[in-house]
């Protein structure tokens, strides 16, 4: 019991604190859930092949870097999966880890989905309880001037 007015004391006194709790723990469990489950993802390859063409005194003559243009997919480490979730949670979305199959896809629509729901449906919540702190620290004031 003692645990539960507890939590209730810092919701109701730092919503913004509860909010963003609420966030990171979203955010770190789709992490854990994504690394775990093997959904795979397409990452973006940074294998390189260098070509080089020498004369016959062994000097160069013509160097090429060409990058290697190959769909690697595989499943992410939890550092790579907080970092999509975090990206795809702010709506940022580079796109540079997309999932190639359906339970992925399924996956990230849920992330999408809730990423807006913090947005269009908490925060009005939250401003609301920052707005009622304010005027009651207010009313406090103006109670404690009067006396």
């Known amino acids: 019991m003692k645990a539960y007015r507890k939590l209730s004391n810092i919701i109701e006194h730092h919503p913004i604190v509860s909010i963003l709790t609420l966030l990171l723990l979203l955010i770190v469990s789709s992490a854990i859930y994504l690394s775990l489950k093997g959904i795979r993802f397409k990452i973006p390859d940074e294998t390189v ?3 080089m063409t020498f004369n016959d005194s062994q000097e160069l003559v013509e160097s090429e870097i060409i990058p290697e243009e190959t769909d690697k997919t595989r499943v992410l480490t939890f550092t790579e999966a907080f970092y999509f979730c975090l990206v795809t949670f702010s709506s940022v979305g580079y796109g540079d880890i997309v ?41 406090h004031l103006l109670d404690t001037t009067t006396s």
């Not at 339970?103 to 729901?117: H, K, V």
């Not at 913090?118 to 009622?132: K, Q, S």
């Open 49 to 51: 092949q260098i070509s």
């Open 99 to 139: 999932p190639v199959d359906e339970a992925g896809r399924t996956f990230c629509s849920w992330l999408i989905l809730m990423s807006q729901f913090f947005i269009y449906a908490l925060l009005p919540i939250v401003t609301a309880g920052i707005i009622d702190l304010n005027r009651k620290k207010r009313q």
